[in-house]
Every structure is written in C-alpha cells, then in structure tokens.
C-alpha cells in the first residue's frame, strides 16, 4: 500500500470507519513502514558521519524520498494511532529519532557546484538519453540546492521535451497491448511527475486499466484468502484465520471490491466466529497477567520483614495492604497460588492480633483515668448542660450562612437576643452572622429600588438613549438575582420581571416611533446601493459605493443611536445592507484596482506576475496561478497529438539549418548509414548471361552478377582453341567465390563448355554508387535529408524492386528513432507509403534478396506496383507542411489581454484580432472560440468594457491568440497544389478538437 493511502485509511480508522481484523492489519504494515524508515535513516547517518555524504544522498533520495515518506509517517493523529494499537495489543513502532532526520536533512540547502556527483549523474542520463533518469536527477539537485536557476530551467526544458514523447509512448503501448511495460513507464512517470503528463487522456487511461488489473487481482486474491479462511472454520484454527480475513477486508478497502451476498455474508460469519475467540484470547491474556502480578505482590508483602521497631500506624497502613492484596487473589477464583495465598492469610491474621493486643493496654489506661473523674464531673454537669446549647446555636448559625437562609437568620438573632454575650467566641459567631444578614438585605434592597426606579419611568417622556440605560441596568439586576438569597428570590424576581414589562411597553411606543422612519433610509440606501451594482463596469461600480459612504455613515449613526427600539425586522435589514455594502465596497475597490494593474501588461509574462497577487487576493480563481504552464506552452493542450510533433520541430529549426538533417548523426544511425553506404562489393557489380554449350532447348542462359569484370584468356589448342574466363561470382550470403569457365572448339566443329557473354555493368551497381553518397565515410556523418535519399530510391527506374525495397526498409530503420527530427512525419504519404511496404514484405527483405527474385516471384508484382510512377516526392512533400507549421510556430499563440470581472475580453495590445482566441476555462481547461475580425476595428477609447467571448472563460485568464490559423497558413505559404492537404482540413487536422467549445 502507497504511504498515502495507508495514512488514509488509518485516519478513517480513527474516525471509526473500521473493522477489528483491518486495523490489525494496518497496525503490521504502518510499524513495518516506520521500522523500514528507520533503517533507512540509521544508514544514512552512518554515511554522514563517515563523511561519505554523496552515498547518504542517494539513499535518502533512492524512491521513495526518505525525509517525504518519514514526514508522511509523522502524522497528526499518529500519537492517537500508536495509542489505539497499545489498547487493542497491537504492533506499533518506536519513535523516529529526530535527531537523525535533522542530521539527513542537513544534506539538503547546500551550496553545491556542478562538480558535485549529482551534476555527474545528470550529465551521464544525458548522454544516455534517459530523459526519466534525469529529470529525477534534477529533482534531487533542488532539493538539495533550491536556488540553482539553471537546473529549475533545465527541469522545465527537459520536461517540456519530453512531456509529448512519453504521452505518445503511452499511446503507443496501450495500442499495442502492451500493458505490463506501459504499466511500468506510468510508474516511471508519476515518480517523475512531469508537468501536464498526469492530465493527458493516455496517462488516465492507463492509470484505470492499471487500476482495473489491479482491481481484479485483488479479487482473485481476496476470493482465495477467503477459500483457505472457510475449512479453518471447521477445525476451529481461528489464529491461522484471522491474518486471511484481515486481508480480504484491507483489499476491499484499497480496491472498491464488491463481494457478492454469498460472500459477504461468508466473511460476517467467518470474522464473527474469529473475533469471538480473539476477543476470549485476549481476556485470558489480561486474566493470566493479573494473576502473575497478584501472586509478585503476595509474594513480596508475605516475605517482606518487618522493621524491629514499628508504630501502630505503620503495622496498620501494612496490615490493610496486605489485606488488599489477599482480596484481590480471592476475586480471581482460584487462579492464583493458593499456598502463597494461605501463607498471606496467616500473616495477616497474626499482625492483627498484634494490633488488637495494643488497643486493648491502650483502652485499659483510658478507663481508669476517666473512673477517676467521674465524680469531678458531676459538680460541672449543670455548666456544661449551658455550653452545649450555646454550641447547638452556634452550629445553626453557620448553617443558615452556608444554606444562605436570610428571614430564619434575623428570627434566630432576635430569640438569642444578649445571651451569652460574656462568651468570646460566641459574640464573634453572632457578629459574623449579623455582619452576612446585613449584606444580603442591603443587596435586596438595593434590588428591589432599583427595580422600581426602572418601573417609574415615564412611557411618553422616554428617549432611545434612557432606554438603552434602563434595559442596561435590568441586565446588572438579572446577574444580580443570583446574588440574592433563596428565600427572598422570589419577591426580587418578581420586582425584576415588572421593571422587564414595563421597558417592553417604552419599546413599543418608542419603535412606532422611530422604525418606519428609519425603514425608509433603509429603503433609499438600498435602491442607491443596487443602482451602484448595476454599473457596468468595476470601476464605476467602485466609484458610487464609495459615494454612498456619507449616507451610510449618517444612517449607522441613527441605527446605532436607536437600536435598542428598531424592531427586529427593521435591525436586521439595517445590519444585512450595512455588512453587504461594507464587502461590495472592498470587493469592487479591490477589483477596480486590479484591473487597472493588469491592464498594463502587454505580455504574458508581465501578465501572469501582476495576477499572482490578485489570485493570492481570493479576487481571481485560483485556477489560473495553478495552470501557468499551459498559457506558457500552449500548443500542448491546443494543438494534436500529431500536430504538437510537427509544430515542436518547426519551433525549434534553427535558422540556417537544412530541413530534416539533424546536426548531429546518432551512434545507431551512422552504424546503419555506414552498412549501407560502404557495401562495396555491390559498387563493382557487373552482370553476365551464363550459357552452357552446346545451346538446346533444356539449356537456358542464366544471369549471374560477378564482383568486377571477367578476365578472358583465348589458348590456342591443336586446330581449335580454348576460351578461359574467370570472374568472383556473386553468393547469396554476400560473398563471392572465384570460378572458372571453359569454353572449347576444333575445327570448326561445335563449341562446348560454358560461355559468359553479355556483361555489362549492372545498374544496381551505378545506382549504390550514387546512393552512398548520402553518407561521409570520413565524419561518419550522414549529409543529406534521408527525405530526399528516399526519393531518389523511389525515383531511379531499371532497377530491381526487390533493391529498391531493401534500402527504403532500411533507411526507414535509420528514422525510426527520430521521424520528426528526419522529417517522417511530415510527409503523410511517407508514411503511408512506409506502412503499405511493411505490409508487402512483412520488413524482411535482406541485403541479397534482389540477386534471387525467385524468392519473392510471389510479392514481386506488387513491389513493382508500389515503385510503379508518377511518385510524390517526400521531400516536397514534408517540406509543404514544414512551412505551413514554420508560419503557425512564429509567433504561435501571443498574448492578447485578458478576460476581465464581467466575463468580456479586455485586450491589452494592438493586435487585430483574428484566428483563434485561447483562454482558461474554470475547470482548468483550455479553450479556443474564433474571433470575429471586426473586434479590432470596433475598439474605441470609450468601450471599457470589452468584448463578449462566446467561451466562458474564468474571469481574469490571460486570452492568447493563435496569430495565424492553420488555413491562413497554409494560404500565405503557397501550399503546392500537386501536394494533398489533410482530409480533415487543416485547422481541424492542427488543433485538438476537444478544446474548442464555440465559435
């Protein structure tokens, strides 16, 4: 499980959206994922600290990112989490050592040169053309050194290169159906997470058919967890069956598996009966540990000495810990060690007696001493019978102060009157009392005046202000109720509760008064304030609020002055317009002042710096910080797949260059080109008819082709002669093997042998003469555009076809690799051409077959149908559609303006407006609509307001233009007649259709 979607379900765990067997299971694989990163960190620092910090480096930077996954790790709830597998005796992992990761994270913010390892390894991925492996060499780079510019710009650079090719490979493998390896660059590419890869419809598709395979192997999976779970139940392992079911639920989590009825109600079955013994392990778990640590602390209270010298409360605090002990032995039924606990019972039993043997000689001495006083205190029993009345009084008197009785306290200090006002302690007692009676009828007193001063206001004569303060003083009034005692609350609350209705009748009177009046400005302010938002731009909106200012100052005065009357309605709609006009106002200003900023750019780049802060401002979506890129290179998400490669290589011909010939020939390329050019054997070729004499009807002149000319040598022989000829004969594995042919006549009688006769140079020779020339033997370079070697192979007539198909085969291999850098791809009947070759020859004609047609006498007559003339030239061709993307390239997409609050266009530069117009949609796509040619010459100082869209483009999206459409192009280059144009039509075979949303 990725670390994310572990944190995840964790966290739904913690939220009780869980099951017993997945929170075990979550508990094994997250203290396997912080012990992994342990170790990792635990290497790391030992690298560091042997000064090897390249190798910490690499480890810590090795996928996935050691300091990234150990903040995943980190968590908030993790605390909680780790609590949660304590309860439940759970695995959990110790503690990451902060120290460590502050050590590892040391290596990263440096100032590193491009001597650095890192700078190595980028150059070697480089060489390698392994654009992943670099752009993750990249990424380490600024993680380790932020500020290094160049590596930021190479990343862009790099990404944005190689952002369609791999897209394209994705394609290209779903195609074919080669999921595992397409499987596998979609790893390689989130890990890379390359900008705009992840939003190409050949990334999401693969990501789903991954998701699915991996969606159906977890069912496969969970199914056959679930099929070893079942006989387990009938032998009763429920251990052996609780990792499987803890399985089958984590799958159907991480994978949206749905079970059938049958199965599920299988898996409630199955964790029912599991969980069921598990929960009774667990409680025997618990039961043994409670008795092992009863029997530990009987065994140490029975074998513990005791001190010679004790006091009682010392053998009393040790005799009742004992006893706890003992208690908590017998309540676990027999379980503990039942010798140990009779040995604590008769320890028990004998500190006890001990004790009771002390009482006993201290009770003893008690009594006589009191037979001796008895007499003494007959003589004071009558003086005594006094005190304890006085004490009963006393007593009552705290009790009424703690109760807060106040009317049975005043009754209590008018029946004691002066009694036993000669005793000290008890005139302090009746002070105190008396000091509490008089702070309480002060308080209702003060009450209850109050009360009646608020109730004595007149209704007529009252003003919103003396309302406001009497409405204030009932608030002190209802906070001091509680300060009252119980037994007068009730006439305070009631003294409360008049003064209450009688402010109610004040605001009456006062609120037929005041609120029509105030509802009216409430009624101007509003009509004012709509008028304000129906302007039509911002800053005239902007303008007219802050108008309004003095008006709303005026009425939050009064409203503020007679709230306390304004009816509930009427205050509330006061409050709404006053809080709505408040954040129009800042909106509209703030606004206002953004636009007039961003109508100063008239670039792109100045644009999207001034928009940042208006989007940080919450005045422009967020979309569009978030989609820079795509205003930046546009043509990725406009422009189609097939299109976006030609439009690449135009934008990127330097001037100067030849067409279709990259600068520098890769090592495969020039291996190939060299097998090609340097076939010598092929650039001597003569070719000869072989006949065997005498002629006959059986006896056939064959061709064969010889390495060079034939050496003759004529021999006279008695009236005759003999004819020696030798030649290198031509082998169909490419060498030649050295022959001679005889041939002899006497006297004019029949000649007999073998004659070659006929040869010439054959024209397959001249021809590869003539082609090698496309490659320089001594750079090891191919000089001329495989474009045009292509032609002149498809051009020469009176060779075999056979040849002809073997070097186009070839010279296609040559291209495969790079066919826009070649030109491939600009010649549609290249291609096509190409594919309808392949379809003939399956690509496995070899370098001798044209020698031995008879291998291909099947295929032969539509190989000479497929170089059959008039042919279009490929190099024309390509370079037709090169010159249509050059003029689409230069400028491409200019920036135009923007779309301002109103949803109209605002353009910030002269250009007339044209084409295509190319803005951000709110859900982050981008569009194209057509613009009308008349908007430029409709423009006037005056129109402040813009232009409509028929897109609805997000409110402050930069607008581009595609300066020239593709039609126009291909007009204003002179497209050659004689060649085909697209059968879509150009603009629909350029952009995307699915970007374009009107017209």
Known sequence: MHTDKLISRIKAVLNGDSGHFEIQALAIEYADMVMHVRDRLEQCVALIRAGNDYAALQVAESPPPLLDTAAQLAFFDAPEWINLCREKNLP???????HHVDLVNSLYGKQISESHPLYRDYRQAIRERDDLKALAVLASILRVNPGDKNARAETFRLSQKTRANYIQKLEDLLTDGSDAEAFELLDALERANIPGVAEAPAFQKTRERREKQERDQAMVEALDALKQAAPLYETNDWQAATPLLARCRVLERDHRLVFDDLTHKQMEMLENWAGKHQSEHAQNLARQEAVRNADNELSTLVNAPLPSRITRTSLKGFSLELQQAIAQSENLDGDTDQKLLKAARERHRRIEGKIQRRDIAFVSGIAISLAALVIAGMVFYESRTSADRREKVMARMDELVETSQLLEAEDLLKSIGNRWESNEEFHSARGRLESWVNDKRSKLSILLNKAEQIKGQPVNASTPESLAKSRASLATLRQS???ISPDTRTEASTAVFEAEAHLQEIYKRLSADFSPTFAARLDDADKLFANALALPNPRLRAQALDAMAPTMVKINETGQRIESILSDEVSTRWKTLRDNIIADTTKWDRVANAE???????????????????????????VITANETAFIDPVER?????????????????????????AESLPGEMVEASKLAQSKIFQRLWRYSLQQLPISATNKPVTIYTVGQSKNERLPIGDGFELRQEVDVLQADGTSDHRVYNMRQFGGREARGELLSDGNPAPESNFLLRFSRFYDRNSGRITEPLLATLDRIRETQNISALLKAYLQQEILRITENRPDEWGIIFSPTAQKDATALAQITQNSITLNDWLYPERWADRYPALQRHYAPPQLSYMQEASAYFRVFQRLAKPGFVFVGYMNSEGRLHQSTKHIL???????TPDGRLATCVADKSLGELRTEDSTRGFLVSVPFVSYSPVLMLATTPMEAAKQVQFPEDVPAPVSGWDNFVLAPAVSTGN
Not at 614 to 621: F, K, L, R, Y
Not at 647 to 659: D, I, N
Not at 914 to 920: D, F, H, I, K, R
């Open 914 to 920: 044209t084409g295509y117009l190319v803005g951000l």
């Open 596 to 622: 007039v900023t961003l109508a100063g750019a008239t670039n792109l780049e100045t644009y999207l710096e001034l928009v940042r802060p208006v989007v940080e401002q919450n005045i422009a979506n967020k």
């Open 481 to 483: 109720l509680e300060e």
């Open 638 to 662: 406009l422009v189609s797949p097939l299109a976006r490669k030609l439009w690449r290589v135009a934008e990127q011909h330097s001037q100067g260059a030849t067409p279709f010939l990259p």
């Open 92 to 98: 959990y992992p110790t503690k990451i050592d902060q």
